[in-house]
């Protein structure tokens, strides 16, 4: 875990401190969001309940911009917490696509791919020479596709580095998840964000 986190500290540093300043674009921008989790089926659940907390940050590369879309790659870094199943942290990246309305409004759309590895909430068992023994927890590790959906809005529609805020409603999948019986889950996450140029 120390070393994932090290190395996910790593890529974030460079993305935001070591790329030189985009003409036009402001430098690398700052994406953090609260979510809330739960396992789901994909798009049928509005709102995630109870709360699983969790918190994503990140950043992305502006790649092409019309008067209508905005094409953007990210990578993310991110720590979830379901009370009854598992804590996990993750690295993702994802292709985002902004469709421009008016206003500063923006529908927003991203597909992604992450890596995600998970740690149980609750002490595990398991029976070795006549007794049980609880054992340290080594986690899981998880393949972590994603499909968001959402709105945005740009306090500065002429500004492409103007500050954003963001409502995002993903649907992800965990997989493999328990091999043998059931081979994935699908979880729903709803992100409440902010996006902004901290180096402007």
């Known amino acids: ?18 790329i030189p300043r985009l003409s ?4 690398m921008p700052l994406r953090v969001s609260l979510f809330s989790e739960s396992t789901s089926i994909p798009f049928t659940q509005v709102l995630p309940r109870p709360l699983h907390p969790g918190i994503q940050v990140g950043t992305k590369f502006p790649w092409k911009e019309t008067n209508w879309i905005r094409l953007y790659p990210t990578i993310n870094v991110g720590y979830l917490f379901h ?13 985002g696509v902004d469709l421009k309305l008016v206003a500063g409004l923006n529908l927003k759309t991203a597909l992604g791919v992450g890596y995600l590895h998970t740690f149980t909430t609750r002490r595990e068992f398991q029976f070795e020479n006549g007794a049980y023994r609880s054992n340290p927890d080594q986690g899981n590790s998880r393949l972590m596709p994603s499909l968001s959906l959402g709105v945005g809005y740009r306090f500065n ?7 954003e805020i963001f409502f995002l409603h993903q649907t992800w999948l965990e997989y493999p998840y328990s091999p043998g019986f059931i081979p994935l889950m699908s979880h729903t996450s709803m992100h409440l964000g902010i996006e902004f140029y901290p180096f402007k």
């Open 157 to 163: 529609s002429d500004d492409s580095a103007a500050t």
């Open 24 to 27: 036009g674009q402001g430098g």
């Open 83 to 95: 009370r009854k199943l598992f804590q996990g942290i993750y690295i993702n990246t994802e292709l």
């Open 1 to 18: 875990m120390k070393q994932f986190l090290f190395i996910s500290g790593l890529v974030l540093s460079g993305a935001l401190l070591g």
